[in-house]
């Protein structure tokens, strides 16, 4: 097996979904998430080389999104204060419960990309059942570790968390119920990596504040976990089996995952982060305001409008080609970027070095991905080795108390620093 080649398509969806992640950071929430993580999901496929999932990109691609995107219900705010406190106690649960928090976004996105692709005619997912089971793990999770025990990760914070954490231990009992083993072995890679991601992001950011970097810190800890998340989900997909599906998707299935991911995921983003009243409280202390946020506003609506008409265009069909699946992933990819930067103020000649590093991420992956490569290991497996992923976490278990245990040394009390515990 030629190593260095997988590793580069492993490579593209983890600069994939890493830049989309630090672009979410500028839109937020659910609907910014979900627009990444359609992103990452895209590139997965586009790299993969499986012709039947070219026919599935529209299908994974919206899994991806709501998969990524539900944990954007978490409120995780606090639990990064946590990590930059002044004592091993807090700072080590600070970068714990990231790991928590990251291990759930990628659970959950990870998990439903997995049982897409392993959704075939001859064996499909039950969907209704599995979101029925996912919606009332949700909410018994919460009912009875919130409610009842009492167990709070970010008080007076909202503790989401817990509904995700329910929803995805239901969706890992589906899948083991299912002998669906290839689809927890995506799901679990990608929780182990975004969940090392968000802690490591996390301990950077504090590093990069106390060396007082000219640079927008958070946004390299939105990265990491998009980076290491997405590097975990294509590990897991290309190093597990799957059987080849000979027939695509009905054009219904395409074209409604498709109005989902250019249309309704768009508006949502829109009317949050880039409706005028919200512009202009964005802009209230720049010249002109009222001006530059209507211009803002309608630019990005026009350029929005246009995406959405051009592929809902241009993929109404049922089978597709790797060309198709470039088509879509760039132009997902660049239109988030442009709004990053209408966001911020581009209109006002204000750009900043986080976006311009986006276009470069941008740049390289679209040349990567040309490329010719394969994605697929030669050695592919769907058991399940718990033991290893054990062994797993209790390494990173380890390396997040080392991280904690130099944070905690190199600077003292900080900015937007919190402790869960009183220490005396």
Partial sequence: MNNKKQWISILVVAMSLATAWAVRGQFGHEQGAAWAGAIGGLALVLVSNRKDWYNKMILVALASAIGWGVGGMISYGV??????????????????????????????????????????????????????????????????????????????????????????????????????????????????????????????????????????????????????????????????????????????????????????????????????????RNFK??????????????????????????????????????????LIFMLLFSVYIVLSYTLKGLFAGITHLNHHLYLVNLVVVFFLSRKEQPAIFESITDKLIVRRWFIYLAAIVLILAILAFIAVNIHGEIGGSHNRFPVN
Avoid: H
């Fill in 79 to 280: 639990v990064v204060g946590y990590g930059r406190a002044d004592n091993f106690v807090n700072s080590f649960y600070g970068l714990a419960m990231l790991f928590v928090i990251g291990a759930l976004f990628g659970l959950l996105g990870g998990g439903l990309v997995g049982l897409t692709l392993d959704s075939t005619k001859k064996n499909r997912v039950k969907w209704g059942s599995l979101i029925a089971q996912m919606t009332a793990g949700g909410i018994i999770s919460y009912f009875f570790l919130v409610g009842q025990i009492g167990i709070k990760m970010t008080p007076p914070r909202s503790e989401a968390w817990a509904i995700c954490f329910g929803a995805g231990l239901a969706m890992l009992w589906y899948m083991a119920r299912e002998k669906r083993n290839s689809a927890i072995r995506v799901a679990i890679f990608a929780a182990l990596g975004s969940g090392f991601g968000f802690a490591f992001g996390n301990f950077l950011q504090i590093v990069g504040n106390v060396l007082e970097i000219n640079f927008n810190m958070w946004n390299v800890m939105e990265y990491s976990i998009g980076f290491f998340g997405g590097a975990g989900m294509a590990y897991g997909v290309f190093s597990s089996k799957w059987i080849v599906e000979e027939k695509a998707p009905k054009k219904w299935e395409n074209n409604i995952a498709l109005f989902l991911i250019v249309v309704f995921i768009p508006l949502i983003v829109f009317r949050e982060t880039l409706a005028f009243e919200y512009l202009f």
């Fill in 285 to 326: 202390d720049l010249q002109n305001a009222e001006n530059l946020a209507k211009l803002s506003t309608i630019f990005s609506a026009i350029l929005m409008f246009v995406m959405a008409i051009f592929l809902l265009w241009k993929l109404n069909k049922t089978t597709f080609k790797k060309n198709n699946v470039m």
